[in-house]
């Protein structure tokens, strides 16, 4: 199992985090490991068009690369069995999943993300700071949940107590535009549908656009 995602403080400078979701393909997978991502993203969530079985999410090859598990349904124990048969290493919660299913993961292994357009901003702030010691990444994306929507993320981001990634249907030009950024908890960037020919198909050249960086850190064995 790879190193949790534990970050004490802001972001040193550098490269930014990149996470590729929304995987179905070995040699999608393949690809951008080989290319340097940091992290690779398989949904569990059958209605999302890139919607993978924990057992065809093992198959595909992730080398070197922490592996990320997208969960909006899923009970502690559904999550866990899904960790192990899909060899994860983070589980991304989605969904109602409350603070006692994060408690119960492996420590320094949760992002939870969250909805800035349709949160009410009090609410929201209640939430980041209950979460801060159990997250240890949060995740901004646009929308109201679920994900793999491809809509840009249009409120602000909120101060936010952990280091974050930011989503939204980013393309690797969004990327190259925000990057390096003046928030130094803005870690790095969860892409999906702007790296995609079509749902759940991504497009090699994209991904060699978005990835000529060496990675920031060692990600050990996945």
Not at 23 to 45: K, V
Not at 74 to 102: K, N, S, T, W
Not at 164 to 192: C, E, H, I, K, T
Not at 207 to 221: D, E, I, Q, V, Y
């Amino acid at each position: 199992m790879s190193p949790t995602l534990a970050t004490a403080g802001p972001v040193p400078p550098g490269r930014p985090l990149i996470k590729v979701c929304g995987l179905t393909r070995p040699q999608d997978s393949t690809l951008a490991a080989i290319l340097g991502a940091d992290m690779c993203g398989f949904i569990f969530h059958p209605p999302s068009p890139r919607s993978v079985t924990a057992s065809r999410a093992r198959l595909m090859p992730t080398p070197g690369v922490r592996r990320v598990g997208v969960f909006v349904d899923q009970g502690l124990q559904e999550i866990l069995e899904f960790m192990e048969e899909a060899c994860l290493d983070v589980a991304q919660l989605h969904g109602a999943q409350g603070p006692e299913v994060a408690g119960r993961l492996p420590p320094g292994r949760v992002i939870r993300v969250f909805w800035p357009e349709s949160q009410d901003s009090g609410e929201l702030a209640r939430q980041m700071d209950e979460w801060r010691a159990l997250a240890h990444l949060y995740l901004f994306d646009a929308g109201s949940g679920g994900g793999g929507h491809g809509r840009r993320l249009a409120a602000d981001v909120p101060e936010s107590p952990v280091p974050y990634l930011l989503a939204g249907g980013l393309s690797p030009a969004q990327v190259r535009r925000r990057w390096p950024a003046d928030d130094p908890m803005l870690a790095g960037f969860d892409l999906n549908s702007g790296l995609e020919l079509s749902p759940g198909q991504k497009d090699g050249e994209a991904l060699k656009s978005l990835l000529p960086w060496p990675r920031r850190t060692p990600a050990g064995p996945a």
